[in-house]
């Protein structure tokens, strides 16, 4: 059994489904905040392993010298992340998503943040 000491915890739905990010995912995604304008965004992947209705984070990874950075903008190098999925992959660790900063107080998601929208076209 894995041990983690749990710093977030996220229910979806109550008694179900939740999310668990470990000590050391977070540390690594604070390490890159945004505090001053000259800073980059900054942004990588996460991978956790699923334990029935949980699904702890355990390792976020972090930019990568070959990304495509700015202040308010991040281009990951697609390569370089699916090399760090099999590597992860073949240690027991699953993809679970990507994580990223923004240039801002209080973070809100952007356009590109939130998932499409479905439109449902009829003939």
């Not at 540390?27 to 956790?48: H, Y």
């Not at 992959?89 to 699953?94: F, N, P, S, V």
């Not at 993809?95 to 076209?121: A, M, V, Y």
């Amino acid at each position: 059994m894995w041990r983690i000491r749990v710093s977030l915890r996220y229910v979806l739905t109550l008694g179900e489904t939740s999310v668990i990010i470990s000590d050391e995912a977070i540390a690594t995604m604070i390490r890159f905040r945004q505090l001053g304008s000259p800073q980059k965004e900054a942004g990588g992947q996460l991978f956790g392993r699923f334990d029935g209705s949980r699904t702890i984070i355990v390792e976020a990874t972090s930019p990568k010298w070959l990304d495509r950075r700015g202040r308010a903008i991040l281009h990951p190098n697609r390569w370089l992340q699916q090399r760090e999925m099999r590597a992860r992959y073949a240690r027991g660790l699953h993809f679970i998503g990507d994580w990223h900063t923004h240039p801002e107080k209080n973070p809100q998601p952007s356009k590109e943040d939130l998932p499409q929208r479905c439109i449902n076209i009829r003939p």
